[in-house]
T-cell receptor, first 113, second 111 residues
Framework: DVKVTQSSRYLVKRTGEKVFLECVQD?????MFWYRQDPGLGLRLIYF???????EKGDIPEGYSVSREKKERFSLILESASTNQTSMYLC????????????FGNGTRLTVT | EDKVVQSPLSLVVHEGDTVTLNCSYE??????LLWYKQEKKAPTFLFML????IEKKSGRLSSILDKKELSSILNITATQTGDSAIYLC???????????FGQGTELSVKP
C-alpha cells in the first residue's frame, strides 16, 4: 500500500512565522502535490512537482513556496504565515501514468493566530 | 477557466435511503474523472471514469460518466452511517497527473 506521511497532524503558528510542512511518500512516485482544503471551496492546488528539483505553480501559489530535493520528499513553505493561510493542507503523490489516482496523506490542520 | 461543480453541497439522509451525488465539469481537455471519499483523514480513491456510459461499481456504490452532458453521478444504495463523509469529484485534463477538484458534497447518514 502507498503511504504518504505528513509530519504534523495539527500545527499552531503565529502570524509572520516561517512554516514548513513536510510530506514523504514511500512508493518512489515521481509526482507530488500540495492542496489546501477549505469548507465550501474543496481542494485547491497550491504547487506540484513531476520530478526532483522541479516545481510548478498550481491555482493558488501566492504566499507559498516548495522544495523537492529528494524524490520521496516534498516540502511546502509558508514564508510569512498569515491568518488567511489557516486551513487543512493535504499532500498527495502518484506515479507518472496517465490514469493513476492520487494517494493522499492524512493532512495537516494549520492554524495561524 | 476549467472548473468542476458538485451538487448538492450537503445532504442529510436516513439509513437505507439511496442517494445520487452530481458532478459537472467545464474543461478544455478531458482525460478522466475521479471520485474520492473523505472521512476525517485522507481522501480515499473510489472510481476513475474515462469512457462515457460505462458504469463502475463497488458494492453499494456506483458511478457513471456522461461526456455529452459533461457530468458524472455517484450513487449509493442502502446507505449506512459509515457512508457519512465528504465525496469529492475531480477531473484530470493533462498528462501530468494533477487533479482539479469540485467543492465536495458532505453526506450525513442518520441512523
Amino acid at each position: 500500500d502507498v503511504k504518504v506521511t505528513q509530519s504534523s497532524r495539527y500545527l499552531v503558528k503565529r502570524t509572520g512565522e516561517k512554516v514548513f510542512l513536510e510530506c514523504v511518500q514511500d512508493m518512489d512516485h515521481e509526482n507530488m502535490f500540495w492542496y489546501r482544503q477549505d469548507p465550501g471551496l474543496g481542494l485547491r492546488l497550491i504547487y506540484f512537482s513531476y520530478d526532483v528539483k522541479m516545481k510548478e505553480k498550481g491555482d493558488i501559489p501566492e504566499g507559498y513556496s516548495v522544495s523537492r530535493e529528494k524524490k520521496e520528499r516534498f516540502s511546502l513553505i509558508l514564508e510569512s504565515a498569515s491568518t488567511n493561510q489557516t486551513s487543512m493542507y493535504l499532500c498527495a503523490s502518484s506515479p507518472p501514468l496517465p490514469h493513476s489516482p492520487l494517494h493522499f496523506g492524512n493532512g495537516t490542520r494549520l492554524t495561524v493566530t | 477557466e476549467d472548473k468542476v461543480v458538485q451538487s448538492p453541497l450537503s445532504l442529510v439522509v436516513h439509513e437505507g435511503d439511496t442517494v445520487t451525488l452530481n458532478c459537472s465539469y467545464e474543461v478544455t481537455n478531458f482525460r478522466s474523472l475521479l471520485w474520492y471519499k473523505q472521512e476525517k483523514k485522507a481522501p480515499t480513491f473510489l472510481f476513475m471514469l474515462t469512457s462515457s456510459g460505462i458504469e463502475k461499481k463497488s458494492g453499494r456504490l456506483s458511478s457513471i460518466l456522461d461526456k455529452k452532458e459533461l457530468s458524472s453521478i455517484l450513487n449509493i444504495t442502502a446507505t449506512q452511517t459509515g457512508d457519512s463523509a465528504i465525496y469529492l469529484c475531480a477531473y484530470r485534463g493533462d498528462q501530468g497527473g494533477k487533479l482539479i477538484f469540485g467543492q465536495g458534497t458532505e453526506l450525513s447518514v442518520k441512523p
